[in-house]
């Protein structure tokens, strides 16, 4: 494997098959929705009006030929927004209990949702979505591909902004072994009221798809992510993918230049999903592509608000939203499949017995089913507030995101009355929060600073479970959106390490725990002493505290044998 090619695991909890790539389809044969795109304005869309409160805004039911003074056309005491049946319906939206739950049977085995947990969308729906339920808005699947030809995406395929891994404008059919990629379409952006299928968040969002993880190549990552077709017009990336490890810097170089260049210099958005690891205590903050800021990291939470038992930690992340566990157990997320795929069968209760021929699967779950949440109740945001950066998007997350599971000790409170958890980030992700406030008492944050401070204090870790502690004083004042913390140890083991970074206003994250993932060194193209020349950690958990005091940077080694010492701290602080 050459240097330019990452290794990439996807962030499932089912094993993928290693299919062969299927057949190239000419785009020709496709036509684009993209003739009725429009250049997202930097107006402020106006709230729209339901007249009827069925939750379908006026402008839709116009948009789909519903009727705006009919909350219930087919009297049957279900409101047309909550309808599962007739032409106006998605067959299975009854079963999205992250959209709507109504505490009813939500999967195969019967297992029910809770009333009420669901990340509160229905407000969204018929206050803010109304001019076209996301049409202005293209989001980038960066995945397997997607089944395009799908009866439930095919309307929302933006084909033109579309690259299957040789150029733009065209679409790899995925094999039936990788449906992941059209899993993640269907959360994001299967057309809603179409009388088919499912809903996606953001149900006439455009998908811009593109197949990368079949070449995991650099080269065709900086053309999906930055130099591509019309790349100006991509609102927000989805890569539901990660690393158990990583160390490569140059995905980060992309998206800093999207973030400063893309959408005419607001930034696209870059969504990644934590990672399944915690049984391993694997950690978001191992994963050099997800120690910056330009990344936003999710957090998966089961439909009774408690983390998913794989999601993995970490102090970078910023936020959380719902993903599934155990079909026997626990609600799971229903969306979009491939024909045929192996989990999709008649006898496979994780489908629709009834269904599977036209390939709905309840089987999603795993970070990268949250992942797509996000993406799309950011698209929802930015149709509301088109003029918010990326660094906007960011802090609206950090300041509307629920508290759930308030028991958890992950919980602090920082600083500035902000909550975040190593669990969760700042919890679970508010749609209707964020866009009430973005279009009503929010202002835009002035321009990005940062400093950084060094300091060389070549001290001994203690190799026994006592805290080593170090102290780096800041004299800069500036209200903190994102902190890096690197450290250059020579320590043997460095995973034997727990690391916290306590703010100078007391509040304390964990960076690091002990892992088991540098024992698989080899195969991650590392070695047991990766902090030697440096590590980059970072964490969400201060934002809005003041940077001016003295940090204190708290190390302890779990485990006898291994030592080292600790050479150099770089403390790097963005804020405004
Ligand atoms: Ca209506
Ligand atoms: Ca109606
Ligand atoms: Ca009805
Ligand atoms: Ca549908």
Same mark, same amino acid.
């Given at each position: ?34 003739? %009725? ?9 106006? =709230?729209?009006?339901?007249?009827? &409160? ?16 009919? /909350? ?22 009854? $079963? ?47 995945? %397997? ?28 059919? =995925?094999? %039936? ?5 059209? +899993? ?20 006439? /969002? $455009? ?14 990552? &900086? ?6 077709? $019309? ?31 893309? #959408?005419?210099? +607001?930034? #696209? ?5 934590? /990672?399944?690891? #915690? ?26 608000? +408690? ?17 599934? &566990? ?8 229903? %969306? ?21 021929? #036209? ?42 995101? $629920? ?9 602090i409170k920082n600083g500035a009355g ?12 508010? =749609? ?19 400093f950084?401070k060094?300091i060389?204090?070549?001290? =001994? ?8 502690l170090l102290t780096i004083d800041v004299l800069r004042s500036l209200t903190i &959106?994102?902190v890096?913390l ?14 916290y970074l306590v703010s100078p206003s007391g509040t304390k994250t ?23 020349? /440096?590590?980059?950690?970072?964490s969400?958990a201060f934002v809005d505290e003041i940077s001016k005091g003295e940090w204190q940077v708290e ?16 403390l790097?602080i963005?804020g405004?």
């Amino acid at each position: 494997m050459t240097k330019n090619y990452l290794l990439v695991v996807l962030i499932n909890i089912l094993l993928m098959g290693c299919g062969s790539l299927a057949k190239e389809y000419d785009s020709n044969t496709l036509q684009t929705s993209s003739n %009725t795109f429009q250049a997202t304005s930097d107006t402020r869309l106006t =709230p729209s009006s339901d007249n009827d &409160e069925d939750y379908i805004p006026n402008a839709i039911e116009e948009y789909i030929g519903s009727d705006m003074y009919n /909350g219930d056309t087919n009297h049957n005491g279900i409101l047309d927004g909550l309808e599962t049946r007739g032409e106006f319906g998605d067959n299975y939206f009854s $079963k999205q209990w992250y959209i709507y739950s109504s505490g009813s049977l939500t999967n195969g085995s019967g297992v029910s949702s809770l009333l009420g947990y669901n990340l509160n969308l229905l407000p969204v729906y018929q206050k803010y979505m109304g001019y076209n339920g996301g049409n202005n808005i293209v989001i980038q699947i960066v995945d %397997t591909g997607v089944y395009y030809l799908h009866e439930d995406l095919y309307d929302n395929i933006d084909t033109e902004r579309s690259h299957n891994g040789l150029k733009f404008g065209r679409i790899t059919l =995925p094999s %039936t072994s990788q449906p992941h990629g059209t +899993k993640v379409a269907g959360v994001i952006a299967a057309r809603g009221f179409n009388g088919k299928g499912v809903r996606g968040i953001i149900p006439f /969002g $455009k998908i811009a798809v593109s197949d990368w993880l079949m070449y995991s190549s650099l080269e065709i990552l &900086e053309e999906v992510w930055l130099t591509g077709y $019309k790349a100006n017009d991509i609102a927000i990336s989805n890569n539901s993918w990660g690393f158990e490890f990583s160390t490569q810097t140059i995905p980060e170089e992309y998206m800093q230049r999207a973030s400063s260049q893309l #959408r005419e210099g +607001k930034g #696209r958005l870059f969504v990644f999903p934590a /990672g399944n690891l #915690r049984n391993i205590k694997g950690s978001a903050n191992l994963q050099y592509i997800l120690n910056n800021r330009f990344a936003i990291t999710v957090a998966s939470v089961n439909y009774n608000n +408690k983390h998913s038992s794989y999601s993995s930690k970490g102090s970078n992340i910023l936020i959380a939203a719902y993903s599934g &566990e155990d079909i026997g157990t626990t609600p799971t997320i229903a %969306t979009t499949t491939v024909p045929q795929s192996s989990n999709n069968s008649s006898s496979n209760p994780t489908t629709w017995h009834d269904d599977y021929e #036209r390939n709905y699967t309840f089987d999603f779950s795993g970070t990268s089913a949250a992942t797509p949440m996000v993406s799309a109740s950011i698209g929802l945001v930015l149709e509301a507030c088109p003029t918010l950066t990326w660094r906007d998007v960011r802090h609206l997350l950090a300041l509307t995101s $629920k508290q759930i599971d308030s028991t958890n000790s992950s919980w602090i409170k920082n600083g500035a009355g902000l909550y975040h958890s190593i669990d969760y980030g700042f919890g679970l992700i508010n =749609p209707a929060k964020m866009i009430e406030v973005c279009q009503t008492h929010y202002d835009l944050l002035p321009a990005e600073d940062s400093f950084q401070k060094t300091i060389y204090p070549n001290t =001994p870790i203690a190799d026994n479970l006592s805290t080593t502690l170090l102290t780096i004083d800041v004299l800069r004042s500036l209200t903190i &959106e994102w902190v890096e913390l690197t450290i250059d140890s020579d320590h043997r083991y460095a995973s034997d390490l727990a690391i916290y970074l306590v703010s100078p206003s007391g509040t304390k994250t964990q960076l690091l725990d002990q892992n088991t993932i540098s024992s698989k060194a080899s195969t991650l193209e590392t070695t047991a002493d990766w902090m030697n020349g /440096g590590f980059r950690l970072s964490s969400a958990a201060f934002v809005d505290e003041i940077s001016k005091g003295e940090w204190q940077v708290e190390i302890v080694d779990k485990s006898m044998g291994d030592s080292g010492t600790v050479n150099t701290l770089k403390l790097k602080i963005y804020g405004h």
